[in-house]
């Protein structure tokens, strides 16, 4: 049975995945290296520093690591200016609903973020207070398809892994929630995601009967 649900940020509850598109395009411009928005579909759940190391190899580049914290500060703080304006506005339609609808039912929330942002943006969201464990890049070591940020996820709601759901945009998010032993649900394509139990366009779609019938 479900006794958690836990959430992917950027492209599951709000649309960020284009401001991270936005600023490694400009990174990737000015190091002269060709990046699209095919390319970027890559980068879906990928921590910052897999990020950069996936755009430079593109680029047939390799820097030292000085020169690579340097260029993530650069991206990041293009990032930070281009998520700026968020509010409660920019949340998907059907996330509160649904969070409402878990909570009525006793099933505990959790965040599963390869983001270091992650806190600062469901903060300008105003869901930050409802989550019961948020789990994010700053607290875990390896990054998704990894599963740790969502077994840590799971250890901070105190819900063993089989009792939970993971709902993710990314076909790295997705391979970490079935490593993890939870039960993955995909938002996005199907013809692009592969081996979530179910698939949603969006998580306007998702009911809470759905979830209980996983
Ligand atoms: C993931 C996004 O959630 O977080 C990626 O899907 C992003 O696009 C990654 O690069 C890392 O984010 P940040 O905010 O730590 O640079
Ligand atoms: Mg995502």
Known sequence: SCRAVIFDLDGVLTDTAIYHFYAWKALADKLGIAFDEHDNEQLKGVDRLGSLRWILQKGGVSLSS???????????????????????????????????????????????????????????????????????????????????????????????????????????????INRAGMKAIAIGDAAVLNGALKIYPDVAAITLTDLLNV
Not at 83 to 102: C, E, K, M, R, S
Not at 122 to 130: H, P, S
Not at 151 to 175: F, R, T
């Open 66 to 176: 000085a020169d690579e914290s340097r260029l993530m500060q650069q991206k990041n703080a293009h990032y930070l200016q281009l998520i700026d304006h968020i509010t409660p506005d920019n949340l998907y339609p059907g996330v509160q609903p649904l969070f409402t609808a878990l909570r009525q039912s006793g099933i505990k929330i959790g965040l599963a973020s390869a983001s270091k942002n992650a806190a600062f943006v469901v903060e300008r969201l105003g869901i930050a207070a409802q989550f019961d464990y948020i789990a994010d890049a700053n607290k875990v070591i390896n990054s998704k398809p990894d599963p740790e940020v969502f077994l840590l996820a799971a250890k901070g709601l105190g819900v063993a892994p089989p009792h939970c759901i993971g709902v993710e945009d990314a076909q790295a998010g997705i391979e970490a």
